[in-house]
Structures are given as structure tokens and as C-alpha cells.
């Protein structure tokens, strides 16, 4: 029978593995034009929105509150010389 003192190290260690696991940041890459739904608000946000004839286009600051579904931006290629 397994005593009680050595199998203590290995459950301590066994519990320190995986707390780590479970509280490293994570990074999830999405891709570009797939919709995104946010957990939280943003505030600030620079948008671009019709002007009231809805004829064009018009820089504005927002609110996006969450539950809002939101589309990763497509990368840009710079201009060439």
C-alpha cells in the first residue's frame, strides 16, 4: 500500500501543474474577416460611419457594447515606392 507521505510530493507537484495550465494567458489568432462576438464593452472606438445622407463616409468615436459581433480587420499591404 501507497503511504500517505510519498504520495504527497507527487499530488503537491501534480496540483502545481495544473494551476499553471489553467492561469497562462492565452492568444487566439482569428482570422482576417471572420465575426468575433465581445465579452466586454469597448469604449472609444475609432469608426468610420455614414454622414446623415448616407453618402459618405465620416470618421466617428463609439461605444461597442458587448454581446456585439464585430469583424477582425484584414491586413493592409503598404503602399510601394
Known amino acids: 500500500m501507497i503511504s500517505i507521505r ?5 499530488l503537491l507537484s501534480l496540483t502545481i501543474l495544473a494551476s499553471c495550465a489553467l492561469f497562462v494567458p492565452r492568444t487566439v489568432y482569428v482570422a482576417p474577416g471572420v465575426p468575433m462576438r465581445l465579452r466586454q464593452d469597448v469604449k472609444n472606438v475609432k469608426v468610420w460611419v455614414y454622414n ?5 463616409w465620416e470618421p466617428s468615436v ?10 477582425a480587420k484584414k491586413p493592409t499591404t503598404p503602399a510601394s515606392d
Do not use: R
Open 6 to 10: 510519498k504520495s504527497i510530493p507527487f
Open 52 to 56: 446623415a445622407e448616407l453618402k459618405k
Open 62 to 71: 463609439a461605444t461597442i457594447h458587448n454581446g456585439m459581433f464585430v469583424l
